[in-house]
């Protein structure tokens, strides 16, 4: 079955840039999303198609997926941008998750 | 704005049988595909499937044997069903709605919005 693989953690200091990484095999191929959650509540989509933003989502998220890595960027990381992070992915008919990036911003 | 809200029994007996309910606001369930994805306490995500307006499905391998999915249009809703559970299936069950798009052919799906998730557990 296929895997998603993501760092545990990642820390940044207030005002800089944030990277969390998605590994999967050709994930490229793929389309990846990521969505965000903070303690006691539902995930919220910040990312979708690779790189997209929904509607109301801030400028300083983004993303990128090449070859077997997708990333989510937070540019100027603000304290309120601290939480779980999921990349997800869609194959073979199925949705799979990666385990979650906790975003510790320091 | 499509929101959902998830219903259903917060306590369940092993063996028996988990049934949730997700009512669509603000959107109708005939279009989109409308998700299910579970959560146990303190770990990640899971995603249980995909129901069609039209009835298709997509289904989580390791769950497919167990779950069942249905649509009730006319209380613009749709519903888990979940047999024979076990402790390890305690967890925050989410509805969300889903989109999609193509790429290399294939659909690719993503999840938004969600429901604000129901803590079932599994115990006697």
């Known amino acids: 079955s296929y895997e998603l693989t993501q760092p545990p953690s990642v820390s940044v200091s207030p005002g800089q840039t944030a990277s969390i990484t998605c590994s999967g095999d050709k994930l490229g191929d793929k389309y990846a999303c990521w969505y965000q959650q903070k303690p006691g509540q539902s995930p919220l989509l910040v990312i979708y198609q690779d790189n997209k933003r929904p509607s109301g989502i801030p400028e300083r998220f983004s993303g990128s997926n090449s070859g077997d890595t997708a990333t989510l960027t937070i540019s100027g990381t603000q304290a309120m941008d601290e939480a779980d992070y999921y990349c997800?992915?869609?194959?073979?008919?199925?949705?799979?998750f990666g385990g979650g990036t906790k975003l510790t911003v320091l | 704005q499509v929101q959902l809200q998830e219903s259903g029994p917060g306590l369940v007996k092993p063996s028996e049988t988990l049934s949730l309910t997700c009512t669509v606001s603000g959107g109708s369930i005939s279009s989109h595909y409308w998700i299910w994805i579970r959560q146990p306490p303190g770990k990640g995500l899971e995603w249980i499937g995909n129901?069609?307006?039209?009835?298709?499905?997509y289904s989580n391998p390791s769950l497919k044997s167990r779950v069942t999915f249905s649509l009730d249009m006319s209380k613009n809703q749709f519903s888990l069903k979940m047999t024979s559970v076990t402790a390890a299936d305690t967890a925050v069950y989410y509805c969300?709605?889903?989109?999609?798009?193509?790429?290399?052919?294939?659909?690719?799906?993503?999840?938004?919005?969600w429901g604000q998730g129901t803590l079932v557990t599994v115990s006697s």
């Open positions: 997800q992915a869609w194959d073979s008919s199925t949705a799979v």
């Open positions: 129901i069609y307006y039209t009835g298709s499905t």
């Open positions: 969300a709605k889903g989109d999609w798009g193509y790429r290399r052919g294939s659909p690719q799906f993503w999840f938004d919005p």
